[in-house]
Structure formats: C-alpha cells, structure tokens
C-alpha cells in the first residue's frame, strides 16, 4: 500500500515529495507500533539471529525517526519480556574475539545490516537510540527499565571499542552527570557492582594494551570516558 500511494502520488516539487514520503514512512511506523508488535515480539523470542536482529533493527529505526514515534514504541513495548534479557547477553569470548578482529567489523556501515551483527551489537544500538533521543519526558522512565540501559552496562566490556566508547560517552552524560538529574536511587542502580566491574575490566584491557604496543585513539577516547 505504501509503494502504491508513492507511486500514484505526483508531487509538484522535491520538497513536497520528501515530506509525503516522511508521512507516509511514520503512517507505516505507527501502523506497525499499533497492529504488528506480536509479530516482532515472535521474532525477538525466536531463538534466530537474524529474525531477532531485523526486529531489534526495524523497531532502532521507529525510535530514530522522530520524538513522538519513540514514545509511543515505548508505551507499547513490553520491556518484561524473558527474551531481552537473552539478547544482551554477548556471544561466547572466543567467537567474539574473532569477530571484533575482522575486517568486516571495520566499516562504519556494517552495523546497519543485522546480519552481519551479534544480536547483542544490534540490542545495543536500539537502547542507545532510544536514550540519544534526549527526550527528557522518557529518560528516567527508560533509565528505570532494567532490561535496557542495565544489561547493556552489565557486558559492556565485551564490546567493541567504537561501541563501548559510544555506550560510556551516554552514560556520563544521562546517568554521571548531575544535568541529567537523575535521582539519586536510580543512579545508584545503574552504577552498581556489575557496572563498575565492568569498567574495571575495560580500564585493566586498556593497560594490558598500552604495556604491549601503546594506546590507540579509540583506547584514549574510552579511557576518557570513564
């Protein structure tokens, strides 16, 4: 139906055009947001890598989008779900080991493909969308759900580095950050043992490498973070 209406619809300038393809894009979100979260939710309880990425992926860009399509996915989402807690946990160290090593991993547009990712990479990213929204109406409601910003601190040091130094640069500036304002318990939670032992680990990581072959700007860059 959307490529139908784009096809049949003429628009006088490019102008016109970009904005009857933006309405008709969060037309197609909200549908989606309203009618089609079981089917996302099968996917993500499905045990399959790349049916769990495309959902985790398709609901990152729902929240990407605009303010109020990010809330609405938050009323809805069901943050209880068993399977969330699955998907951030990451893939065995050997595996991704290798996989931060390779060379497909480099190129700053790999993650947009799922399945090119550990599903773990793509929960990630969706979390990170939702709070870089800077929406202040959501942000403690988000900071409160335990499956989101909580599991992604609880093995953050599994991470690449890129992603790491992403993950920590949110944290300071909504959880540390007195700006944020956060209060006081919530804080508290966010930065409790599993967090800081798994900064401990990122910081010890990082002095292993600097006595081996001296620090890299993305080592620098995440040291600075923390």
Not at 50 to 77: D, G, M, P, W
């Amino acid at each position: 139906c959307l490529l139908a209406d784009m096809v049949l619809f003429s628009p006088e300038n490019i102008t016109d055009a970009e904005s009857f393809i933006h309405l008709q894009l969060d037309g197609l979100a909200r549908n989606i947001i309203q009618h089609r979260m079981r089917a996302i939710y099968t996917h993500l309880s499905s045990g399959i890598r790349v049916r769990q990425n495309c959902a985790l992926a398709l609901c990152t860009s729902i929240v990407a989008r605009n303010r109020s399509l990010a809330f609405e996915l938050y009323r809805n989402f069901d943050f209880s779900m068993p399977s969330l807690n699955k998907l951030a946990v990451p893939r065995s160290v050997a595996r991704s080991q290798q996989y931060v090593s390779s060379n497909r991993l480099q190129k700053p547009w790999a993650w947009m493909d799922p399945s090119m990712l550990p599903t773990r990479h793509m929960f990630v990213h969706f979390v990170l969308t939702f709070l870089e929204g800077r929406d202040k109406t959501l942000l403690r409601p988000l900071l409160a759900q335990k499956a989101l910003l909580g599991n992604v601190m609880r093995h953050v040091a599994s991470d690449p580095r890129h992603l790491i130094c992403r993950t920590l640069r949110l944290f300071w500036k909504t959880v540390v950050c007195t700006e944020g304002r956060v209060p006081f318990r919530l804080r508290a939670a966010l930065c409790g043992d599993c967090s800081l032992e798994q900064l401990t680990v990122i910081c010890g990581s990082s002095n292993d490498r600097h006595a081996g072959s001296g620090k890299s700007e993305e080592q620098l860059e995440a040291r600075k973070e923390i």
